[in-house]
């Protein structure tokens, strides 16, 4: 899913999603991925 639309959906701020899913980035919850100028959000596989 792009950020931006994570941004549409939540009603969110771009500086706060960001902050919110480079935290999950980092807990390995989802990874985010560069493609362009853009973030593109998966969710992490869970063993």
Not at 4 to 25: G, P
Request: hydrophobic residues 35%; proline residues 0%.
């Amino acid at each position: 899913m792009r950020q931006s639309a994570i941004v549409e959906e939540l009603d969110w701020s771009k500086s706060k999603t960001s902050r919110v899913l480079s935290r999950m980035a980092d807990e390995g919850d989802v990874e985010k991925l560069r493609i362009g100028r853009e973030n593109v959000i998966d969710l992490a596989e869970t063993e």
